[in-house]
């Protein structure tokens, strides 16, 4: 293993943060998996899974059994983690900005499309390569402007040449959820079954830029871009992305820690990446996957509050109570029903709620949704 510090540029004189990557087997050996936790830095289950992912790494490392690359970065937003008001901890935003870290990450089709649309040929791995070159010199020359462009840069760089990216959050407070795009659901179907996902939720563009898509999504808006122009060549999903909920905020323990990092380190295995002298055993799906435009976005209208009468993980129908707003200036309660069929796989750690506030979410089976699909 060979740990890399990359120096962020620093927005103050006399200081500069730094972010670190844990490298195991060779660099440039396929298949690449790149593996980031905390990217909203107060999301923190994905840390402790990642230190419990370096054991397995390491005894593979060990045992000579990685036959792939593996990059492992187990703190990927030192900003957000040194961000604390009034003794809160504030790591979705920039405080500098007010952007979410996970958001607004470049567009690396349009950035390569000029460049490699004449240079790509009938071989499909050769033109992969051409695309990941294309890539990381676009953001080898960027120059970021700010810290927080310099830490998106850095995680780009280390991810944009990998076969598979398994970015680490949780929720505020959740079940094991987990978000994909929809070309990349068939190679990592496997990881979302390892990991016992009870809610499956996929888009083809779900907006704002996050950090999995810009790196998935890019190929398959190269691809339908290179059809646009007539340009019959194949193209591959070079790249398959996932942001994996974690549960929740507080859902920090070994025991679970420890079973997910085992199921990452099993898809490790399932995809070559790690030898193994016997198959993993994929288990059986916890949930089907459904749209992200199908989930639904309960919200109250009233402030006050919040009792919820449905617990995460439950699978609720049209019309269920999910919770009660409180007012006790007027002696009222306001109940909130669901609007959709399916699990309530999310809901907010606050229980007082101004009005329009969100409270929760259900994976619902029929999209109806467009536009913007991700929250703040």
Known sequence: ???????????SLGSHRSLSSFHYGQAGAAPKVYIQASLHAEELPGMLAAFHLRALLDGAEAAGRIRGEVILVPVANPIGLAQRIDHKPMGRFELDSSENFNRHYPDLAKEVFDTVKTQLTQDAAGNVATVRQAMGRYLQQWQPATELQSLRRTLLLLAHDADHVIDLHCDCEGVMHFYTEEPCWPQLEPLA???????????RNSGSGPFDECLSGAWWQLADRLAAEGIQVPL??????TTVELRGEADVTHAWAQADAQAVFD?????????????????APAAQPTPLAGSETLRTP???VVVYTADVGQTLQVGDLVAEVINPLENTRHAVHAGVAGVFYARVRDRYAHAGAEIGKIAGATAFRTGELLGA
Do not use: E, W, Y
Request: glycine share 6%; aromatic share 2%; charged share 5%.
């Open 302 to 304: 009233v402030p006050g």
């Open 267 to 283: 898809f490790l295995v399932h995809t070559g990446t790690v030898q193994s002298t016997a198959p993993v055993s994929i288990p």
């Open 236 to 241: 591959p999903q070079g790249c398959n992305s």
């Open 193 to 203: 079954h390892l990991l016992q996902a009870q809610a499956i939720l996929l888009a």
């Open 1 to 11: 293993m060979q740990r890399k510090d990359h120096t962020l540029l620093s927005n």
